[in-house]
């Protein structure tokens, strides 16, 4: 059984950094896409960023960009998100997510077929 697995959330004034962690068990997905979405309170899940299997490729949301950043260890079968600069608007709760087959659009929701549960990230101003 698939399971992945977020940590790394909490409190942070803004301006302040936090690292997300993403761990995964049930099946290795290093060639496959793997990516980060949010979803705050009375909002959908939004895209954040995602990086493809084997070539590394990243994309991220224009909100986003130059202040977060995601990497992969396939050794360890784990995906990271680094944040840095957080805002009041990045309040919300960050979801780990995978990609079941290799050729999809990899900023959309319905790419992905494995999810965590999430973790909550709260910046207050």
């Known amino acids: 059984q698939v399971q992945l697995v977020e940590s790394g959330g909490g409190l942070v004034q803004a301006g302040g950094s936090l690292r997300l962690s993403c761990a995964v068990s049930?099946?290795?997905?290093?060639?496959?896409?793997m990516a980060w979405f949010r979803q705050a309170p009375g909002k959908e899940r939004e895209f954040v960023t995602a990086?493809?299997?084997?070539?590394?490729?990243?994309r991220y949301a224009d909100s986003v960009k130059g202040r977060f950043t995601i990497s992969r260890d396939n050794a360890k079968n784990a995906q990271y998100l680094q944040i840095n600069s957080l805002k009041p608007g990045d309040t919300a709760v960050y979801y780990c997510a995978a990609a079941k087959t290799i050729r999809v659009v990899i900023t959309t929701l319905g790419a992905y077929a494995y999810w965590g549960h999430g973790t909550q990230v709260t910046v207050s101003s």
């Open positions: 049930g099946r290795t997905f290093s060639n496959k896409a």
């Open positions: 990086i493809r299997g084997g070539s590394g490729d990243t």
